[in-house]
């Protein structure tokens, strides 16, 4: 059997043929340290915005708008700390570098981070030019990136999906789908 | 009491109605029987579509989908060794076996299925029968037992949903943080809504569930499965109806599960995988065969799948009277029911007692309609695993898509979906759990109004939390849930020592 995915995944390399994610895999707790220190700097300025929110009379007792919020704040930074610490002990005490977490090489995760674009994409084009058009290159744009090439299955399987949606949230639901701002 | 079941049966009763539930029962069945697709994903893609129903119809159809891939995941168990939902997992042990090794599959989905309609129509009668009761008692709430309420479901959902307590303490806390943008309810003021319209009403749920529940999922889907197809079942079905000496013999069984289903349903933080491990776990201990466990018995088809349907009752339960969600499938429902203007909570059942019985009305309705469907259309059921994921992948995206922007009918709602998708695949790589995000997102509102008010209440007094002996408990019990595993790590480390020394 030749090459399943000759054209938008070979390794590394998007249809173009540049290099694309192969950064290398990162460890899970690089990652853990990362979203720690993420964290605590979302949570810090998420108090400094809560000290300026408009403070008007509540009841009295009541701790007003800013508490609940700041009290979150600071339990997710006492959380991060602890994460953080966590994590690095556990980094001290393991000999062996760990498994990658995930693995940007790996024809799975390339075929993900593709979805991702495709789906900021299909988001644009429901707005543009609403959801049949748009449906229609998503689903076609899709199965190629998870692989397939028959014609046949994803003509089909394009008009089928396109067509069962708009059937069953239009005309059976009554739901409102998007029009595209431009038609 | 007797006129509200009436008006109720009167609601559920209906074309429309029956319909409704019919629609929700076979939607559970797809979504329970592909693997890879959840039933808390099928609640949510299907969450939008249950809104734009008429009111009840919505509810009725939820607990359609709840019943009906519980259900659903034991037909994939049995058919090709997957189990389609984490609950029918411990279904494979004997299913498989009794399908392939004694070339019995018609009589082992026959079991399953009658196992699981009775499980779920024992665990009805029980929230028939405890709701009212446990409602009555929770009356007496007020605000402080109210706030302590929502902080144990939290805290215990944080606590058993992941791995490691920290991170599902840290996803309780960020969900919390997004249920607090918008305009503050007590005070009027903004509060992180960085000047914008869209904000100014609160991140909306559904974005956000459809993201992280539906969207991460397939996107999950896509990177394990890639380049996989899936087994294609070619089994011819002998019976569809369970034999009666196969009725006589798991009848024991199946009470027993069932009750164990119930119970543990009702315990917030479980769900039906435990339940269906302890379930069969019981039933091997008390057989009088153990030995055939493992190889096709009846009795390790029908504990398993008695108790992960009876947990459907069972986490209506504390739903329903008490207000607090055991779990992501009953957080969907305690959203879809506040966004129909239902609060669940001690109130609705003096106050709408019509609805809360039209609720357990359906979930009996649920549960026959599954028996029907199940003995009518198993053959086509187990067809459908065969559906290719290729072609299940694009319609799961478009489904998030349109279900997102069917709600407001805003883009910004889809934009926050795509982020939602996005961290959530990452945050459930790096081992979090996305069920205390969302608990903390749908309870975040009432855990704050209530400890605000308890303060107004007992005029800034902090002590008030801890002074009334339920809300005392409540929040021990919240406390120990989040310190009990970290304590367990360092007896277990302390004991492993001590071996060593010795």
Request: hydrophobic share 50%.
């Amino acid at each position: 059997m030749p090459d399943p995915f000759p054209v938008l995944c070979p390794a590394g390399r998007d249809a173009a043929g540049t290099r694309t994610f192969r950064k290398g895999a990162i460890p899970v707790r690089k990652y853990n340290t990362i979203l720690s220190i993420v964290l605590i700097a979302l949570s810090t300025a998420g108090i400094y915005l809560s000290l300026n929110f408009d403070v008007r009379g509540g009841n009295a007792g009541d701790p007003g708008a800013a508490f609940w919020p700041i009290l979150l704040c600071s339990a997710l930074i006492v959380c991060s700390v602890i994460l953080l610490v966590q994590t690095a002990v556990q980094a001290k005490k393991a000999a062996e570098p760990e498994a990658p977490l995930i693995d940007f090489a790996s024809a799975g995760v390339r075929c993900v981070l593709i979805i991702f674009v495709i789906m900021i994409s299909y988001a644009v084009l429901l707005h543009f030019f609403g959801f049949i058009p748009a449906t229609l290159v998503f689903v076609v744009a899709t199965m190629l990136a998870m692989g397939e090439r028959r014609p046949v299955w994803i003509a089909l399987s394009t008009v089928g999906i396109t067509g069962f949606i708009y059937v069953l949230f239009a005309l059976v639901m009554n739901v409102v789908l998007p029009q595209g701002v431009l038609l | 009491m007797f006129e509200a079941f009436t008006q109720s049966l009167a609601l559920v009763l209906t074309p429309m109605g029956l319909l409704s539930i019919l629609g929700g029962v076979l939607c559970g069945i797809f979504v329970g029987v592909m693997p890879g697709l959840s039933s808390v994903m099928g609640m949510s893609i299907m969450l939008p579509v249950a809104l734009s129903l008429n009111g009840n119809l919505g509810v009725l159809m939820m607990l359609g989908i709840f019943c009906g891939a519980i259900y659903g995941g034991s037909i994939t168990a049995i058919m090709i060794n997957t189990p389609g939902t984490a609950n029918s997992a411990a279904t494979c042990l004997d299913g498989y076996p009794m399908a392939h090794k004694h070339h019995q599959p018609g009589r082992a989905l026959s079991i399953s299925t009658t196992a699981s309609t009775f499980g779920g129509l024992f665990s009805a009668v029980m929230l028939l029968w405890t709701s009212p009761i446990l409602s009555s008692f929770a009356l007496k709430f007020s605000a402080q037992e109210s706030f302590a309420l929502a902080l144990f479901g939290i805290s215990v959902v944080a606590s058993v949903s992941s791995e490691n307590v920290l991170k599902g303490v840290m996803g309780a806390l960020i969900g919390l943080l997004l249920a607090t943008v918008g305009v503050d309810v007590t005070t009027g003021a903004y509060r992180f809504t960085f000047d914008t319209v869209y904000l100014t009403g609160g991140i909306s749920n559904i974005p956000v569930l459809i993201g992280l529940f539906a969207f991460s999922q397939g996107l999950i889907n896509v990177q394990e499965s890639f380049g996989t197809t899936r087994a294609k079942v070619n089994t011819k079905l002998e019976r569809v109806l369970p034999s009666k000496a196969d009725l006589v013999t798991i009848f024991p069984t199946l009470i027993r599960s069932s009750l164990i289903g119930t119970l543990i349903g009702a315990i917030p933080g479980t769900g039906g995988d435990i339940a269906s491990w302890v379930g069969y776990n019981e039933a091997k201990r008390w057989s009088k065969h153990p030995e055939k466990f493992g190889d096709g018995a009846p009795d390790g088809i029908a504990a398993p799948e008695s108790a992960n349907n009876a947990i459907s009752g069972g986490a209506l339960i504390p739903l329903l009277s008490l207000g607090i969600p055991g779990d992501a499938c009953t957080a969907i429902m305690l959203g879809c029911l506040m966004m129909l203007g239902i609060t669940p909570g001690p109130l609705l059942m003096t106050e709408q007692p019509a609805k809360v019985y039209m609720i357990i009305v359906g979930l009996f309705f649920a549960n026959a309609f599954m028996a029907l469907c199940g003995f009518a259309g198993i053959r086509i059921f187990t067809k459908i695993s065969s559906v290719p994921n290729i072609v299940l992948t694009p319609l799961i995206f478009v489904f998030c898509f349109v279900g997102t922007f069917a709600v407001n009918h805003t883009v910004g709602d889809i934009y926050l979906m795509i982020l939602c998708g996005i961290l959530g695949f990452f945050l459930i790589k790096m081992e979090f759990s996305i069920p205390p995000i969302i608990l903390g997102l749908i309870l975040g509102g009432i855990l704050e109004k209530n400890f605000r008010r308890s303060m107004v209440l007992s005029g800034g007094d902090w002590t008030t939390f801890f002074t009334r002996p339920i809300s005392c408990v409540f929040i021990i019990i919240a406390f120990l849930s989040l310190v009990y595993p970290f304590v367990l790590a360092h007896i277990k480390k302390r004991k492993a020592e001590k071996g060593g020394a010795a």
